[in-house]
């Protein structure tokens, strides 16, 4: 009898969420960010994801000082993921490209970085091209890297020893998606 009501009150539960209209999306809050980084008035939050991935870099020779080196940001590997933690998409380069599991995909242009905490990338906001495929990429103007953790350059020492050498090392940020009101 008790395995009788809960499985009634367990189904008439999922009825009901089932029965609610889905959520609009809340606003992205702009004033929590660094001026540079944030998205023009006329732009509103169409999709937000967690991207969880590696960074990958490569001891080379500095540019434009021959005799001095430096870990070279090669780039991306992670997966986009919804709030609820399903995957919905990936974030892979060169170029920097934004692709959704619907398949558009777009790739972008920095427009500015802010500084992250410690041993994080930086925060970034970038004007995106126009989005290859019909899709949830579609129409989406700009996109911002925030709550970014992990990803800078190895720590290891880069110089004409270990010249070429990669190095991967993890990450997660999330990637707000703006879209023209």
């Known amino acids: ?86 995957q919905i998409g990936r974030y892979y380069g060169p170029p920097a490209t934004w692709e959704n599991t619907d398949g558009s995909k777009l790739t972008a242009t920095q427009v500015a970085v802010s500084p992250a905490a410690a041993g994080s990338i930086p925060l970034q906001l970038v004007k995106a091209n126009p989005a290859m495929g019909n899709g949830a990429m579609t129409g989406v103007t700009y996109i911002q890297r925030v709550s970014t953790q992990g990803g800078v350059a190895p720590a290891m020492a880069c110089g004409g020893n270990n010249l070429g050498a990669r190095q991967v090392v993890q990450y997660q940020a999330d990637y707000i998606f703006y879209k023209a009101m």
Do not use: H
């Not at 539960?13 to 702009?30: N, V």
């Not at 939050?45 to 020779?61: F, K, L, N, P």
């Open 1 to 86: 009898m008790l395995r009788l009501a809960l499985t009634l009150t367990a189904t008439a539960l999922l009825a009901a969420c089932a029965m609610q209209p889905m959520a609009t999306m809340r606003s992205y809050d702009q004033a929590m960010l660094p001026a540079a980084v944030q998205v023009p008035a006329g732009n509103r939050v169409a999709m937000e994801t967690v991207g969880v991935g590696s960074i990958t870099y490569e001891c080379r020779v500095k540019a434009n000082a021959a005799s001095e080196y430096e870990w070279f940001f090669v780039g991306p590997d992670a997966r986009l993921m919804d709030r609820s933690g399903k």
